[in-house]
């Protein structure tokens, strides 16, 4: 008898598993986190034609049906954040699941490429700037900060799925957490004291067009679709596959916004780069079906891009601040201070810090509505010449700037288009630049080469933005 229940066990157990149990992708496991207060989307894939969800902060049981594909989802109602931890379950009558530590809290999506990317333990030779201590206390986060890191994965068409599960804050976990995404997640919390969830989909080196789809990168002339799975182009300068292997198996994951750290791949692009990234944005948005969901970004960093006075870095950072203005709902967070000096050939900068927190405090201000809080850095307004003086006006500068004299930086012209460096010095909320060396000043500019790391600030510490600007 023994012998026939044993083999009955191994008969029904090869027939469950003929029957393609319940499944879910790696996003909805183990230790995830929730946007707290939402229709939160929930998915995977069974051969049965009904799923049922439970949901444990008030027991509901929600009900799905699966397409022809096998695919099904559910929008479940989550509750106000805490700290309180959830489980999930899903039967489908042939298996069940149960995920368990579930957080609700605010969730965000953090894309872009190796900047983006760098985990706190640094790249090869290049170091985050107090990682060993910030890895050490991580730990304290641990019930508060979950992130989830998306495997690069290329692709030449939409993916079902792809890897990355969710990760609970500890130093073993947090050393390949995304650094910026981490002290954003750090930042935010403090601010809001509610869990954080950072869903890291980054890939070093990519262009802004690995992040779009076919139909659209087909309506670019300049875009070489059959790059795309060439064993003859490098993965992360190939068009499309981050979107079809990393981005589209995630859409629908309910988040709060978007933070984006990428354009160094783009140098040499700024023509085209403001509409495509704005481009990029309008479709992510209706890809999620979340509405004008905020997106912040990040000046490229200070770098030689190839010549130390060439320029081509300060025009992309220039088509940065384009695309924002394309695009509704948005911010950039300026860098150009966040550069040590012997970072010239490091396009990597380890000062990952600042640039988190700078985005949490935009992301306090312009989508949370806390007020008393300062994000948005000084931008060149206007300016007046008298000979070879000109007065500048800037927004965002209400309590002036910092240093007040020697501001170091500025660079004029005259009508041959020859710069020369300026004397700066504060007059208020204003800056008076002059130069001996021009006649009349038909040109000024700030920080707007390739390297040439910021050093004015205003009282709030938040750096000039730098910029060019020509008299008419």
């Known amino acids: 008898m023994k012998v026939l229940n044993c083999l009955l066990t191994i008969a029904l157990a090869g027939c469950t598993g003929m029957m393609n149990a319940v499944t879910l992708p790696d996003i909805i496991g183990d230790n995830m986190v929730l946007q707290q207060n939402s229709e939160a989307r929930l998915w995977g894939w069974s051969d049965a034609d009904v799923v049922k969800v439970s949901v444990s902060w008030d027991n509901s049981v929600y009900q ?99 890897a990355g599960k969710w990760k609970e804050c500890e130093p073993a976990n947090a050393r390949w957490f995304s650094a910026v995404g981490y002290h954003f997640a750090v930042a935010l919390n403090r601010l809001l004291d509610v869990p954080v969830g950072i869903i890291n989909c980054s890939w070093g080196g990519s262009h802004v067009e690995g992040w779009l789809p076919r139909e659209e990168l087909a309506k670019y002339a300049d875009v070489d679709l059959s790059q795309a799975g060439s064993d003859e182009v490098r993965q992360w300068d190939q068009p499309m596959i981050m979107y079809n292997g990393m981005l589209y198996p995630l859409i629908g994951y309910t988040v709060k916004g978007f933070l984006w750290n990428q354009g160094e791949s783009n140098i040499n692009q700024h023509d085209t780069y403001p509409q495509r990234l704005a481009r990029m944005v309008q479709l992510w948005r209706e890809k999620w079906g979340l509405g004008e969901v905020p997106f912040y970004c990040v000046e490229v960093p200070p770098y030689s891009y190839g010549d130390i006075a060439g320029i081509n870095g300060a025009l992309l950072r220039e088509a940065q601040h384009k695309a924002v203005e394309l695009i509704p709902n948005s911010g950039i967070v300026c860098t150009s201070d966040l550069s040590k000096s012997y970072e010239a050939e490091d396009i990597h900068a380890s000062m990952k810090q600042p640039i988190g927190e700078r985005l949490a405090f935009m992301a306090a201000v312009k989508t949370y509505g806390i007020g008393g809080i300062v994000c948005d850095s000084p931008t060149f307004r206007s300016m007046e010449v008298d000979g070879n003086s000109a007065l500048l006006y800037f927004d965002n500068a209400e309590g002036g700037f910092t240093p007040n004299r020697d501001l170091q930086g500025f660079e004029v012209a005259g009508i041959d288009g020859v710069f020369y460096p300026a004397t700066a010095t504060a007059v208020d909320r204003d800056i008076r630049v002059e130069c001996g060396k021009v006649g009349k000043i038909v040109e000024v500019r700030y920080c707007f080469r390739n390297w040439m790391p910021g050093k004015v600030h205003s009282t709030d510490w938040l750096p000039l933005v730098p910029f060019r600007h020509r008299v008419d």
């Open 64 to 162: 799905a049906h699966t397409d022809s594909d096998g695919r099904w989802h559910v929008d479940v109602a989550t509750p106000s954040a805490s700290y309180d931890t959830y489980t999930i379950k899903f039967d489908d009558g042939i298996s069940n699941i149960s995920i368990a530590g579930v957080l609700v809290g605010e969730v965000w999506f953090c894309s872009g490429q190796s900047n983006m990317e760098m985990p706190l333990n640094g790249f090869w030779t290049q170091p985050v700037e107090n990682s060993n201590h910030d890895i050490a206390y991580s730990g304290q986060y641990r019930g508060k900060i979950r992130m989830a890191t998306v495997e690069k994965t290329a692709q030449l068409s939409p993916a079902d799925s792809v």
